[in-house]
């Protein structure tokens, strides 16, 4: 168990609705980073979040969106969902980055199926 | 050209044998390079954190980072049924910085 939790484990939806993922990091993690994981693609990086600050920006589409609250928790926000947003996404937090390795703890992510 | 690039396999070896797993990148920028394990319907967990060139090694693993030809690579050795999952390689520019990742490669030991 990693410590970092993700909720719901599964989610099924249909095409052009509206879906959040919530991630709760690490107790004392101040960097949530978001994943998609699907078979074609691979494990890709969305977006980050230091201290409720966005940090950096992958290759996140302009109908996803995501926060990070004073406590720490982090949502991601799925819009317009098309068959092709059907993936794992995966939430993951680190240390605070001017320290150690930076090793990022992933969740057990929540998969996502639209219909 | 892919930044990074990994054989998807999937590699079937027996129990006790050396593996080796491989990744080529392509952005000499790279300086942090990271193998994770997943196991299947699991997050992905880090085992080995490496920076710039040289070997790593913990436990049964090792790690080998080549920055010249942009080659890095992870050794099981003895491995075991329970190393079967797919491995990672990933690596990013700064410490703090996005991490980019290789599709992974299968593993499967067989008893």
């Known amino acids: 168990d990693s410590g970092v939790t993700q909720t719901p484990k599964h989610l099924i939806t249909a095409t052009g609705q509206r879906v959040t993922l919530r991630c709760s990091p690490r107790s004392g993690d101040l960097s949530v980073y978001w994943y998609q994981q699907s078979l074609d693609q691979g494990l890709q990086f969305l977006i980050q979040y230091y201290n409720g600050e966005e940090r950096a920006k992958g290759n996140i589409l302009e109908r996803f969106s995501a926060q990070q609250f004073p406590d720490l928790h982090s949502e991601l926000n799925l819009s317009s969902l098309e068959l092709g947003d059907s993936a794992l996404y995966f939430c993951?937090?680190?240390?605070?980055?001017?320290?150690?390795?930076?090793?990022?703890?992933f969740g057990p992510g929540t998969r996502l199926t639209v219909l | 050209q892919k930044e990074v690039e990994q054989d998807p396999g999937p590699l079937s070896v027996p129990e006790g044998a050396i593996v080796s797993l491989n990744c080529t990148y392509s952005n000499s920028a790279f300086q942090y390079f990271m193998w994770y394990r997943q196991y299947s319907r699991k997050g992905p967990e880090l085992l080995m954190y490496?920076?710039?060139?040289g070997n790593k090694e913990d436990g049964r693993f090792t790690a080998q980072v080549d920055k010249s030809s942009k080659y890095i690579s992870l050794f099981i050795r003895d491995s075991q049924p329970s190393d079967s999952a797919t491995y990672l390689c990933a690596m990013s520019a700064f410490r703090d910085d996005k991490i980019i990742f290789g599709k992974g490669t299968r593993l499967h030991i067989l008893p």
């Open positions: 490496t920076y710039s060139s």
């Open positions: 993951a937090s680190s240390v605070e980055v001017l320290a150690g390795d930076n090793e990022q703890f």
